[in-house]
């Protein structure tokens, strides 16, 4: 909303502070565009009169369920409202039938328990207080009776707690799709199983959250005819594959590593690993161990997931060879050959972790060493290979560890899908979009862009759906309504994705 320009003395008023963001407070005095404000925290200042907003002094003291029911939709009055919510342990908020939720950051007390399921399930929405499950409710029941696939996207900066919400829709659709009782192994058990094994592969800790996805998820969930679940599909996406070799303080690389270096010690000789510390592609970070993470708990949380979601023992050993051999593979280190531009293993400790990368990959050790030092050439001739000096051997010992890593990631995807199964014959879906949030770095690399970009392409999904067709309507319908201004991102899609005719390229 336009701010409001009939600001006068004695006006209660928001205006921004750099400390709070936004502050309240009353005008005194105005001359020409400059209100001064005496703010209740006792501080003068003094905006410009179209930076200030105004603010209901009649808005309940506890806030309103529902953005829409406020008198002034302007950011200090929406970030006061979730504000005022937050501070009596209410974290969620409607804005029409869209839920905002805000991170906790502790378990509250009934939020998400059974009996709160059982409150919920059938409800309206805006019966009972907003909440994650009625968002899920609906969604259900509209595909129930009106034969229509869903999808909910979550969507929030990173730390925003996307990924714990989007556990709870899941954990909610399976309490409504579930088949309790049938004993053994469920679809629902085994998608909701499936996420600690993709959290181990594919989280890390990184500056803004401890358990950071790096990677994007849809979840599709199946249903039968009766509302059963009868199937599930799990899509992932841009496994950020950097990580792998290049961390820097206070962040972690993947959590499976810290996991598998604290295995009981029988796994620990089986794969010749010892003090994470000791291994180059995790102690370029300072940080090893992080507050409420146990990585000795966590390996063996995870070896369980891999049980419930079917992966075999004998998938699970190989799983962690390949992980294994990543950190071996990280400590080979290369010293100059006697010829120019070539390369040799660096000591006894390099050849140590080449020939145990090699065993724990079950390849030829010689082979894996002509494959790091040496490049083959394809020439009309045929193939020339050469040898490389020890910085290429190094970017070929990252590339070919970020490689199996993902390759590992996107295996185990599969195998979870394969061991789920799918339905080809539902025909109603729910599907749950959980990709990682915005992100700005220090230094921001060509992940962050994607992942930014893909950030972008969501708010304008968002803004399609909920400014640009909804108001589009009213005009169609000439219903007499305010024109809700909202920022608009096309121009940043533009810049990135449309396709330019002109005399500039780019290459
Ligand atoms: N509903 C919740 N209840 C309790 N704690 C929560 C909740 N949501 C988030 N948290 C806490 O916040 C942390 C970060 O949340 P989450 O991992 O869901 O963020 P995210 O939005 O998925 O971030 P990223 O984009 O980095 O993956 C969680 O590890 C958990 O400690
Ligand atoms: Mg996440």
């Known amino acids: 909303q336009a701010p409001v320009l009939n600001i006068v003395i004695g006006s209660h008023v928001w205006v921004a502070d750099k400390d709070l963001t ?67 342990n209410i974290i969620y908020t409607y804005t029409g039938n869209i839920l905002i939720a805000i991170n906790p950051f502790q378990r509250l007390p009934n939020l998400v328990d059974v009996q709160t399921m059982e409150k919920y399930k059938g409800a309206n929405l805006g019966d009972l207080d907003p909440h994650v499950f009625a968002i899920a409710d609906v969604s259900y029941r509209q595909m129930m009776n009106e034969g229509k696939s869903n999808s909910i996207l979550v969507s929030g900066e990173s730390g925003a707690g996307k990924t714990e919400t989007t556990k709870l829709l899941m954990r909610y659709l399976a309490f409504l799709g ?65 990580r792998v070799c290049q961390t820097s303080s206070p962040e972690r690389n993947y959590h499976c590593f810290y996991f598998l270096c604290s295995a ?41 997931a891999m049980d419930m979601v079917g992966i075999t023992e004998e998938e699970q050993e190989a799983i962690f060879r390949v992980v294994a051999a990543v950190l071996h593979l990280g400590n080979i280190s290369f010293a100059k050959g006697t010829e120019a531009d070539s390369s040799v293993i660096k000591d006894a400790k390099s050849r140590f972790h080449l020939n145990t990368a090699g065993e724990l990959l079950m390849c030829d050790c010689e082979k894996l060493e ?33 490689q199996i890593y993902s390759r590992l990631f996107d ?26 949030g ?31 067709m909804e108001q589009e309507e009213y005009t169609r319908e000439q219903i007499n309504w305010s024109y809700i201004e909202f920022v608009d991102n096309q121009d940043v899609l533009d810049l990135i994705e449309k396709v330019r005719v002109g005399r500039c390229y780019m290459h």
């Open 22 to 88: 936004w502050i309240d407070g009353e005008v005194f005095k105005i001359d020409g565009q400059n209100a001064h404000v005496c703010t209740t925290k006792g501080k003068t200042v003094t905006a410009n009169v179209s930076d200030i907003h105004p603010k209901d002094t009649e808005a309940p003291p506890d806030g309103v369920d529902d953005m829409t029911r406020l008198s002034y939709l302007h950011e200090p009055g929406v970030l006061d409202n979730l504000a005022v919510r937050y501070a009596k």
């Open 178 to 242: 579930g088949r309790s009782g049938t004993g053994g192994r469920t679809v629902e058990q085994q998608v909701l199983e499936s996420n600690p094994v993709l959290e181990a592969f594919g989280n890390a800790k990184t500056v803004r959250n401890n358990n950071s996805s790096r990677f994007g998820k849809f979840v599709e969930l199946q249903f039968d005819k009766s509302g059963k679940i009868s199937g599930a599909a799990i899509r992932t996406y841009l496994l950020e594959r950097s």
């Open 264 to 304: 009981p010690s029988e796994d620990i000789k089986k794969y010749k690993l010892g003090d994470p510390s000791s291994f180059h592609y995790l102690n370029q970070s300072s940080c090893i161990r992080v507050d409420g993470i146990n990585d000795a708990e966590e390996y063996l949380a995870t070896r369980n």
């Open 370 to 402: 002509n494959a790091l030092i040496k490049r083959e050439i394809n020439t009309p001739e045929g193939v020339i290979t050469t040898t490389v000096g020890p910085n290429s051997a190094t970017v070929s010992r990252d590339g070919f560890a970020k």
């Open 411 to 436: 295996w185990l995807v599969n195998r979870i899908n394969a061991s789920i199964g799918q339905d080809p014959s539902s025909d109603k879906l729910i599907g749950v979009l959980d990709i990682y």
């Open 438 to 468: 915005f992100e700005s770095f220090k230094t921001n690399s060509f992940e962050q862009l994607c992942i930014n970009f893909t950030n972008e392409k969501l708010q304008q999904h968002f803004n399609q759906n909920v400014f640009k």
